[in-house]
Structure formats: structure tokens, C-alpha cells
């Protein structure tokens, strides 16, 4: 009997030490419901994100360190330096990196500019460092007014979409009576 109780007190043992190596593996991560954040500078509005639920990496979790996820989708509206509202970008999962200062925008992702034109695609990019936008998949550009569409299998473009660059570039543009060029975003 002395043995068989030595036996059961070493599988309890081994069934602690389990529980105590499954809680190290465990991500550490803070969990915030219903978020909304206000980006400022210089008592200035830049920017608000929203999203149903986000969360935070800390250092002790595996090649997250200090990245902000949001699982269930993230909306980000900028203003332009009076307040108004200049983009918008929508997506069902989003991811900040925070040392390599990228943005990633994942599933659905529309991007909506304050005159009507639309981004359509299913990743997205913004370098924070460099300010610029860019992705390697389909893209679809709807212009204001629904006089063009465009389709690109990859783009870039600087943080307020004057200078976007496309690659295989094929739509139609409808020219107008005041302009015989598409513009896109202003």
C-alpha cells in the first residue's frame, strides 16, 4: 500500500507541475470591450478608432510584443486640420505592430474618402514610419459620383491618396464637362 500511495502522490505532482508549465505558455494579454480611442495632436483631433473588442500584447508573449489586435473588426475615422472628416478605413480584423510601426487592415477592408470614392480589398497596409499605404492583392477604386472603377492587383499610395501607384490597372472613367481626368480621394 506505501507504494501505491508513493505512486498516486507522484502522479499528483506531475499533474501540478503540468498546470504551472500550461500557465507559462498562456499569452499575456489585456482584453478591453467596446473601445474607442481618440488620436490627438496639439489639442487637435487626427483621429478615432473604434472596435468591439481589443487587445494588448505585452513583452512576455511570443513575437506580439506590445501589438494592439482587434479580433472582431476596428473602424478609423481621420479629420483633416478643421475637424472634418478626410477617410475612413473599416475592416474585419485589424493589427497594430507596434515596433515595425505597421498597421495591418484584413477581411472587408473598405476605405471611404470624404467625397464618396471607395477601396475595396482584402489587406491593407499603412507604414506609419514612411506614411504611406500599399498591399500585394486585388483592389478595386469605385469613383465619386460612379463615374469609373478601376481594378489593380496591388497599389501604394501616400497617407491622404494624392500619389497612388497601381499595378495592372484596368476600368472604365465616364469624363465630365469640368474634367476630362479621374481624381480619386480630393
Do not use: W
Not at 29 to 53: L, N
Not at 110 to 115: D, E, L, P, S
Request: aromatic letters at 12%.
Amino acid at each position: 500500500m506505501i507504494g501505491i500511495l508513493l505512486f498516486f502522490g507522484c502522479e499528483n505532482d506531475i499533474n501540478e507541475v503540468n498546470k504551472i508549465e500550461n500557465i507559462q505558455k498562456e499569452e499575456a494579454v489585456d482584453i478591453s470591450k467596446d473601445v474607442k480611442v481618440i488620436y490627438s495632436d496639439s489639442a487637435i483631433v487626427k483621429a478615432q478608432m473604434t472596435g468591439p473588442e481589443m487587445r494588448i500584447y505585452h513583452d512576455t508573449t511570443q513575437n506580439k510584443n506590445s501589438n494592439y489586435e482587434f479580433q472582431k473588426g476596428i473602424q478609423i475615422i481621420f479629420y483633416d486640420k478643421n475637424g472634418i472628416e478626410s477617410q475612413r478605413i473599416k475592416s474585419d480584423y485589424g493589427l497594430q505592430r507596434a515596433k515595425e510601426q505597421i498597421i495591418e487592415f484584413k477581411k472587408n477592408v473598405v476605405i471611404t474618402m470624404a467625397n464618396g470614392s471607395i477601396i475595396r480589398t482584402e489587406e491593407f497596409f499603412y507604414d506609419q514610419a514612411n506614411k504611406r499605404y500599399y498591399n500585394s492583392v486585388p483592389i478595386t477604386f469605385e469613383m465619386k459620383d460612379g463615374r469609373g472603377n478601376f481594378q489593380g492587383t496591388s497599389f501604394t499610395s501616400d497617407d491622404s491618396f494624392n500619389n497612388i501607384k497601381a499595378e495592372n490597372m484596368n476600368g472604365f472613367y465616364v469624363p465630365s464637362s469640368t474634367s476630362m481626368f479621374p481624381s480619386f480621394g480630393n
